[in-house]
């Protein structure tokens, strides 16, 4: 089966330290997505590309996140500094087409104490 | 804005028995598509069914059925036989058919419980 793979799976930090997850889409998806899911506020788009290009990051604090994508395998999210109000689960996913739905990696559970 | 509403946050079901859970949906588009997924305890997303819009006829995967209404914009979820496997939180999502502006809005969520 094909996945989405995320690193890494946990990640504690202390609050100021910057903290980057990653993200390896399956092979031949061009389309690549970043989420936050937290209690209160679910699941939140922060950004995403579409063949390497960002499309959209609007939902991301833009002073302290960035995410890019280096190459066609590789889609990293990047927090700097960090901050306890950051903790949360962040899942990538990656899709092509337009007709079916996204396949989610497992995600990175970020602590920032 | 399209948003997506969940109402129900826990639903419980017998083991063996049928649940269904509610969805709706705000948009002013006449083309889209409508998606649940399961997150288990492991967080896995996992991508039970999907809708076209333009189908009348409801999409149907095993155990698993939806009753998606357009006029009413809604969207529901039927689980048949409920295993022990299915308890998990279950999100409805909405996506727009649009090249180059499709990402995908969730709703809240419905924590599914199966009872033994």
């Known amino acids: 089966d094909a996945r989405v793979t995320q690193t890494p799976r946990h990640k504690v930090t202390e609050m100021g330290q910057e903290v980057t997850m990653r993200c390896q889409p399956i092979l031949g998806h061009n389309t690549v997505f970043w989420y936050r899911q937290t209690m209160m506020q679910g699941l939140e788009l922060l950004a995403y590309f579409r063949n390497r290009a960002p499309l959209d990051d609007s939902g991301m604090p833009k002073d302290r996140f960035s995410a890019e994508m280096p190459d066609a395998t590789l889609a990293t999210l990047k927090i700097q500094p960090s901050e306890p109000r950051d903790s949360a689960v962040y899942f990538c996913?990656?899709?092509?087409?337009?007709?079916?739905?996204?396949?989610f990696g497992s995600g990175t559970r970020l602590t920032v104490v | 804005a399209q948003t997506v509403t969940q109402s129900q946050p826990e639903m419980s079901v017998q083991e063996a028995e049928t649940v269904t859970l509610s969805c709706t949906y705000d948009?002013?588009?006449?083309?889209?598509?409508l998606f649940w997924y399961k997150q288990p305890p492991s967080r896995q997303m996992i991508l039970v069914i999907r809708q076209e819009a333009y189908k009348q006829q409801n999409a149907t995967e095993n155990r698993f059925s939806v009753n998606f209404q357009k006029a009413a914009k809604s969207f529901s979820l039927k689980i048949s036989d409920s295993q022990l496997g299915d308890a998990a939180m279950y999100f409805c999502a909405y996506r727009r058919p649009s090249y180059n502006n499709n990402d995908m809005r969730f709703g809240a969520g419905t924590r599914l419980t199966v009872k033994p």
């Open positions: 948009t002013s588009e006449s083309d889209y598509y």
């Open positions: 996913a990656s899709g092509s087409g337009i007709t079916y739905g996204y396949t």
